[in-house]
Structures are given as C-alpha cells and as structure tokens.
C-alpha cells in the first residue's frame, strides 16, 4: 500500500513538473511574440458578473467589460465555453471563432485555467437559457503559472487553506463571506461609536512597559534607542491617558500581541476595540455593549437568532446580569457571600473539584477559579457576569459595596468571553498598590504579571473623572456573527508554524 501510495505520489510530482514546464513555454512564446501579459497595466470593468446577472433584462444586447479568472474550459471546434470569476462571483463567457479576431480566438484556446483575462462582450442568453457574456475580444492580463487544486477535490485541507488563503478565495468563494461579515461589523462598530460622540484614536504598537492586561507580552529591541521595548497588550492606559486630558469619550480599533498559545478561540495577533467614556460606569458599558453586538447581529445577519457552534443563540435585547458570586451559587450551590476568610474561601472551591494548585489562596482567587473552571463552560446564551474580585482586577474600580470585588464585567456566550469592561480605577494610591503587587508576582517568575507605569500614575494624580471602559474581542464577535467554529476563519492570514 505504501509503495502504491509513492508511486502515485511521484505520478503527481511528475504531472505537476509538466505542466509548469508547459505553462513557463507558453508564457515564453507570449513573449517573443510581444504578448507579455505582465506588460498589462490596465484594464476598465464597466461590470462585474452578478451585476450583469442582477440587472440582465436590462442588460441583455448592451456592451459590457468584465474581467476576472478562467475557472473552466469547455471547448467545441470554434466554440468555448468558459467560466469567469471576479469578486462576485462566475459568469458565462461564450466564444465563437467567426465573431471574434481568428487569431485572438487561437490564442485564447491555449489559454489555462487560472488565468486573468479581460473581456469586450454583449450580454445575451444561451440557447439553455444560462445568462452570458458574448466575447467579442479577450485579452490575457495575467498568466497563471501554477495550476489551481483539482476540480473535484478542490482545497480542502485546512492547514493548506489557512497559509494560502488566496487559493483558498480563489477555489471557495464563500470563505470570503466570512470577511464581507468581519468588514460590515467593523463598519458598523465605528458607526454605532461615532453616532455616540465617540473619537477614534490611534495609540502606540511599541511600548517600554507591559501593561493594560495580564498577559505574555512579545520583546522587541529598538536599534537607535538600544532598549527593549513591548508589543502591546492592550491599548488600555494609553486611552485613558487621553481621558485624563480631556477627550472624554475615545475608541481605538487595533492589533494586539500576546506571546500565548494558540487555539480555537486564540491566536498570538488579534484585533480588539477598545473605548472609554467620562462620566459613565460598567452598567453604561452592559448597555452599550448589548445594544451594539445585538443590533450588528439584527443589521448584518437580519436576526437576532444565530447559530454558534452547534446552539441556538438568542441575542434579543435584555440579557442577564449575574454576579460571579451568583453565577457560582447557581450552578454550584456555592455562596461566598456568607464565607469571609481565605481558609474557608479555598476549602469552598475544593469541595466542588476546582483545582487551586498553583493559586493564590485568597476568597478572591477561589471565587474566580470556581467560576472559571466549572461554571464559564455552562454559559451558553449571552450573559453578563459581574463584580469580580479585586485579585484579578487590577484596573477595576472597587465596589463601594463590597471592597473585595470591582465594578466589572465580562459578557458569555456559547462559554467564550466576548468582551470586558470596568468602572475605571482612578485612585492613584490604590492603582500604585495594586501595580506593586504585580511588580511583585512579576519579581516571582509571573511573566504575564504588569509593570510598575509610573507615568500612568502621574496621569492618575491629575485626576481621572469616573470613566468607564470596555474592551471588545471582535475576531470572536465576527466569529459569532459567521458561525465559525476556530478563530483562524475570519483571520484571513493567521499565524501559523512555518513548514519545515
């Protein structure tokens, strides 16, 4: 089996080898005979394919231009048949001998498929009804020297689609409705925030401190300076930098880096919106957040019920608000709110099989790892889960309520999180405590732990008004919207370990 498997193999290789020598002599013949294609600098479309097919009535008898890839051949003496893909979508082209130049109708015979061609034609129905373009002259803009997947097996490894995505778009078009989606929601996002009196901004990429996030960050040295510096992990203090100096309502739609692992939900480059707002807190955020990702759903797809990864979704208006001691109570039977020491916090989380190796054993660590390992994974339909701990809120203002939880949230659906948001801490003497802290676990081997940013903090004491701040995941929101199962869908060129 193994050597009827090499053997096949090496029938391909040679097939292959062929068919880029015979593709290399045609282009060489084009040449001498002063065709270059590469020589081509333009050509004016006057229409794409489903245009002509939208409007055919119209249309039919008048002269068009379109252009595009061969897909398909079907010749017949001095008749081809041909199919021609543009952005969006095939057409027919016909051919006829008498009607075009003789020698023009030889050489586009010998043309490939794959290859870029323009098109001089009339609109017209063949005589099986299908709506077409007559030819009347075609002109090979571009020559196709590699030989597209075959027909019927197409491309469908994914390994293969991801790092070639323009085979990927070329063979299966309707991988491009994935980013006509991702397109249309960052469109509407800017809308929705600039029709609020939101101005978008642009932060730095390269930083000398960490900060804005607990994550891994990517090390970059700077030649002129000779300083490392840091790929951001979150346009966060930049942002309310700018809400100190008065912009009072920012967003910023960016790329972010974090060193991590890789998998269906993450990938080391994202794209993320950030936005803060003067004067609001983290329930200003829920609405905010709830009215934009419900109304892109109800723009984009015309409903507010999708599916995701194999449930049904409900995104109507007026989803549920738990704090994540209520989220632990209800599906754990667990009530910290009546535990008050750390002991007793970390034997609470113990006796429901949460794992606490490795953390922090304080009632805010137990509490979240409650929730973080036995209860996110219940979250199905959309829901807001607020009030964490200050343990893993470092940038989160305290509830005047319970000094041991924050003002934030964080928004589920189908058990990821899409979005996070705060009543922004703005006590420069509490965020220099909480800083140390990281600065601490950082000095104890915690890579992903924050830098102290004494400029931040000197931001801080000019005064931050009360502010709140939400980060929204749009690879994941997009994800959502398309039904895509891995986030390497609607990341048109993500990252990938290069082939040995």
């Known amino acids: 089996m193994a050597e009827q498997t090499n053997v096949n193999n090496q029938e391909v290789q040679q097939d292959l080898s062929e068919i880029l020598k015979v593709r290399r002599e045609k282009l060489r013949t084009l040449q001498e005979e002063g065709r270059d294609p590469f020589q081509q600098t333009k050509f004016v479309v006057s229409h794409h394919a489903q245009e002509i097919k939208d409007n055919f009535d119209a249309l039919e008898g008048?002269?068009?231009?379109?252009?595009?890839?061969?897909?398909?051949?079907?010749?017949?003496?001095?008749?081809?048949?041909?199919?021609?893909?543009?952005?969006?979508?095939?057409?027919?082209?016909?051919a006829r001998k008498d009607e075009m130049d003789a020698e023009d109708y030889d050489r586009f015979k010998k043309y490939d498929i794959g290859d870029i061609v323009g098109v001089h034609g009339e609109v017209f129905r063949t005589q099986r009804g299908e709506m077409s373009v007559r030819a009347k002259e075609i002109?090979?803009?571009?020559?196709?020297?590699?030989?597209?997947?075959?027909?019927?097996h197409g491309l469908t490894d994914k390994e293969t689609r991801y790092r070639q995505r323009y085979v990927d778009l070329?063979?299966?078009?309707?991988?491009?409705k994935n980013f006509e989606v991702r397109s249309a929601f960052i469109k509407y996002l800017r809308n929705f925030l600039d029709n609020r009196g939101f101005m978008e901004v642009e932060t730095p990429v390269l930083n000398t401190i960490s900060g804005g996030a607990t994550a891994r960050p990517f090390i970059t040295h700077h030649n002129t300076l000779d300083i490392d510096m840091y790929m951001r992990i979150a346009t966060e203090l930049p942002l309310k930098?700018?809400?100190?100096?008065?912009?009072?309502?920012?967003?910023?739609?960016?790329?972010?880096?974090?060193?991590?692992?890789?998998?269906?939900?993450?990938?080391?480059?994202?794209?993320?919106?950030?936005?803060?707002?003067?004067?609001?807190?983290?329930?200003?955020?829920?609405?905010?957040?709830?009215?934009?990702?419900?109304?892109?759903?109800?723009?984009?797809?015309?409903?507010?019920?999708?599916?995701w990864q194999g449930e049904d979704i409900d995104l109507t208006p007026g989803w549920p608000r738990l704090s994540m001691a209520e989220a632990v109570k209800q599906y754990l039977g667990v009530d910290f709110m009546t535990i008050d020491s750390d002991a007793e916090a970390v034997a609470a989380a113990k006796s429901v099989g949460v794992d606490m190796d490795g953390v922090e054993p304080t009632w805010g660590h137990a509490l979240y790892e409650c929730f973080d390992q036995k209860v996110e994974e219940k979250l199905v339909q959309p829901t807001f889960i607020t009030m964490h701990p200050v343990d893993v809120s470092p940038l989160a203002k305290r509830s005047p309520k319970d000094p041991r939880l924050t003002e934030r949230f964080e928004l589920f659906i189908c058990h990821s999180e899409m979005g996070n948001a705060f009543s922004e801490l703005n006590d420069p003497i509490d965020q220099r405590q909480r800083f140390q802290k990281e600065v601490e676990a950082r000095a104890k081997g915690?890579?992903?732990?924050?830098?102290?940013?004494?400029?931040?903090?000197?931001?801080?004491?000019?005064?931050?008004?009360?502010t709140g701040g939400l980060?929204?995941?749009?690879?994941?929101?997009?994800?959502?919207?398309?039904?895509?199962?891995?986030?390497?869908?609607?990341?048109?060129?993500?990252t990938m370990k290069p082939l040995d």
């Open 241 to 307: 930098r700018l809400i100190v100096g008065g912009m009072e309502r920012v967003y910023e739609v960016g790329r972010i880096f974090r060193n991590e692992g890789m998998d269906t939900r993450h990938n080391p480059e994202f794209t993320s919106v950030e936005l803060y707002q003067a004067y609001a807190d983290f329930n200003d955020m829920m609405d905010l957040f709830e009215e934009l990702l419900s109304g892109a759903a109800k723009e984009i797809c015309g409903s507010y019920q999708l599916q």
């Open 170 to 176: 070329i063979m299966n078009p309707e991988v491009r």
């Open 139 to 152: 002109t090979l803009l571009s020559k196709s020297l590699l030989p597209l997947p075959e027909k019927f």
């Open 62 to 94: 008048s002269p068009v231009t379109v252009a595009g890839r061969l897909m398909s051949k079907r010749g017949m003496g001095k008749v081809s048949f041909c199919d021609l893909q543009d952005k969006s979508g095939r057409i027919q082209l016909y």
């Open 446 to 466: 915690d890579d992903e732990a924050g830098m102290m940013d004494e400029d931040f903090l000197t931001a801080l004491e000019y005064g931050l008004p009360p």
């Open 471 to 494: 980060g929204i995941g749009i690879d994941r929101c997009v994800m959502l919207l398309t039904n895509s199962d891995s986030i390497r869908d609607v990341i048109l060129f993500p």
